[in-house]
């Protein structure tokens, strides 16, 4: 039995959306912000020729939500999953809580602009994980913080960013080492060593990260002591703080 046997279907060659009846105008949402972010992030890590085939299911439920990431995705996921958690790429294809069912099934309210950048945001980690040699091994902070520089998260949305610019103007940064080793560290703060390695080193420098990173040692990649690196983008953020969009 086809899995996805009661979705309707709307894209074209490149973007395939999958929705249930009564969910048209997100599936359009979807389809359009995908077709506009897939050239950008694609043209960004110098990808020539075609992407594969990007394939989304919105879906209108929480137990829809946890059998497909289970599923189709053959991802494991803790039943049920949290209410944060509203999508989930892998590979090509992504699982996403349709925002017709925030209100019952998760913690947020919905954005249509959030909703955009969520979507860049998952695609990012499709495109990363297309060029890398072994997504495995990458750390959360460089994987997440890449979506959320790339996605724009980090200058619309305080859920990104906030934490990051409080404990700049407080002087309150963590190391290296904590960001790694923290979940939530890798959110608030990882986009920002991102945006530091493009900003100091040039893009070429995330797109070696993203394709030559083997082992998760992403400053191996850079060719620098982790200590030295790490003391540059403590100068930076505080040489750089004014560059940081303000809302």
């Known amino acids: 039995m086809n899995i996805l046997q009661n979705y309707r279907t709307f894209g074209n060659e490149q973007i395939e959306i999958r929705f249930r009846a ?44 946890d059998r497909l990431v289970r599923d189709f995705l053959q991802v494991e996921i803790e039943l049920p999953s949290h209410p944060a958690r509203i999508a989930q790429p892998q590979r090509t294809d992504m699982v996403v809580l349709s925002p017709s069912a925030y209100e019952a099934h998760s913690i947020f309210k919905y954005n249509p602009d959030e909703f955009r950048r969520l979507l860049i945001h998952e695609l990012v980690h499709m495109v990363e994980e297309y060029l890398s040699p072994d997504i495995e ?14 996605s724009g998260q980090w200058i619309y949305e305080d859920e990104f960013r906030k934490a990051a610019m409080d404990g ?33 080193y040039g893009s070429d420098m995330v797109l070696r990260i993203v394709k030559e990173c083997a082992d998760g040692q992403v400053f191996t990649v850079m060719g620098g002591e982790t ?21």
């Open 168 to 200: 700049v103007s407080q002087k309150d940064v963590p190391g290296f080492r904590q960001i790694e080793e923290e979940r939530q560290l890798a959110y608030d703060w990882g986009w920002t060593i991102v945006r530091f390695v493009e900003s100091e």
């Open 22 to 65: 009564g969910e048209e105008c997100f599936a359009q949402k979807a389809f359009a912000t995908l077709s506009d972010a897939l050239p950008a992030i694609t043209n960004y890590f110098r990808i020539s020729g075609s992407f594969p085939k990007v394939c989304v299911v919105i879906v209108i439920h929480r137990s829809e939500f």
């Open 137 to 150: 091994t990458i750390p959360r902070w460089w994987s997440e913080g890449l979506a959320v520089y790339l």
């Open 227 to 247: 200590e030295n690196l790490e003391r540059q983008w403590r100068d930076w953020l505080t040489i750089k703080e004014s560059l940081i969009p303000a809302i």
